[in-house]
């Protein structure tokens, strides 16, 4: 692995770090801390986030993406799913990151799948 995709590994799960602390403070940031689901939700889901995300610093793992996108995945629906969505800032603050949290994970599979796969080796 080069040290270019190295650093881009370790800047992309930094950025789900960043996303996750920020889903954690976001009932303080977007004041809707009154709405006990979507605080709660905001302050599990953030810390799952960051928990998948610190090991990936290190080294990256498909599994950790593929729960990335899980992850992205319930924080997007789970304003319907736990019936805050007609609290815009918890509903629009759950949206916009779980869609970055999947579409960081999806980078980041496409350059475990796929790039590894656009190289071309000597003598071909």
Known sequence: MSAFST?????????????????IVSP???GFTDEHWATWN?????????????????????????LNVISGLWISASPWLLWFNGVSAALWTHIVIGL???GIAA??????????????????
Do not use: K, Q
């Open 7 to 23: 650093r881009t590994d370790t800047a992309i799960n930094a950025a789900n770090v960043a996303l996750g602390c920020m889903l």
């Open 28 to 30: 303080w940031l977007f």
């Open 100 to 102: 970055c949290i999947i």
């Open 42 to 66: 905001a302050w599990i889901s953030g810390s799952v986030v960051v928990l998948i995300a610190l090991p990936a610093v290190v080294r990256v793992h498909d599994w950790e993406e593929w």
């Open 107 to 124: 980078v980041e599979l496409h350059r475990l799948y796929l790039a590894s796969e656009d190289i071309v080796t000597p003598g071909r």
